[in-house]
Structures are given as structure tokens and as C-alpha cells.
Nanobody, 124 residues
Framework: QVQLVESGGGLVQPGGSLRLSCAAS????????MSWYRQAPGKQRELVAA???????SYADSVKGRFTISRDNAKNTVYLQMSTLKPEDTAVYYC??????????????????WGQGTLVTVSS
């Protein structure tokens, strides 16, 4: 099976910075997309940023210019560098990946995998 393990959440003051990490492990054949979602209290989950296998990135308008998503294919890891944090960034952040896992002996299976979530709180 494939797992995503997140780290880096915590409490930070407005204007501060934080870096989230998400490492994928298991019988991975290839990773298509890696992305970050967030869910604030009382609100629906929203896509924050995504990066394709080719390195193309996409961001929600609310975080453009402040957040940067990147991936290290050798480590099967995606990062979210968050700067100039605002109270409205407070949410549980979830890592997501669409990937192909090995399914021996016959072939492969496509999977969408979620991390457990990490809480980011932006407050004075």
C-alpha cells in the first residue's frame, strides 16, 4: 500500500512562515500529481496548490505570491512553503497524490491517496 505522511504544521504569528512536507512511501510506480488542500472550520475543503509530474504548478488565487509548492521526485516528497501567513490561512492542510502503484505480479493500479492532515494555526 501507499501512504502519505505530513509534517510541519503548527502555530505561527501573522506574517510568519511555515513549510509543510509530505512524503509518499510504498510500492509506487509513478506519481502524477501532488497537491495540498485545506479545510477551515465550518468550510469546505479547497485546493490550495498542485504540481504535476512535469513540474507545472497551480495555485488558488488566495495564496498566489505567498505560497510555493515544489516536489522532489527522488524523495517522493512534496513541499508547501507558506509565507506572509494570514489568520484566514488557519486550517487543516491535507496532502493528496494521484499515482500509480505497483500491483504485483500482474500490473498496476491507479490510486488517489490522502495524508492524515496537519493543523496550521495563524494567530497572534
Amino acid at each position: 500500500q501507499v501512504q502519505l505522511v505530513e509534517s510541519g504544521g503548527g502555530l505561527v504569528q501573522p506574517g510568519g512562515s511555515l513549510r509543510l512536507s509530505c512524503a509518499a512511501s510504498g510500492s509506487i510506480f509513478s506519481i502524477n500529481t501532488m497537491s495540498w488542500y485545506r479545510q477551515a472550520p465550518g468550510k469546505q475543503r479547497e485546493l490550495v496548490a498542485a504540481v504535476s509530474s512535469g513540474g507545472t504548478t497551480s495555485y488558488a488565487d488566495s495564496v498566489k505570491g505567498r505560497f510555493t509548492i515544489s516536489r522532489d521526485n527522488a524523495k517522493n516528497t512534496v513541499y508547501l512553503q507558506m509565507s506572509t501567513l494570514k489568520p484566514e490561512d488557519t486550517a487543516v492542510y491535507y496532502c493528496n497524490s494521484v499515482l500509480v502503484a505497483r500491483d504485483p505480479p500482474s500490473g498496476f493500479r491507479a490510486l488517489e491517496v490522502w495524508g492524515q492532515g496537519t493543523l496550521v494555526t495563524v494567530s497572534s
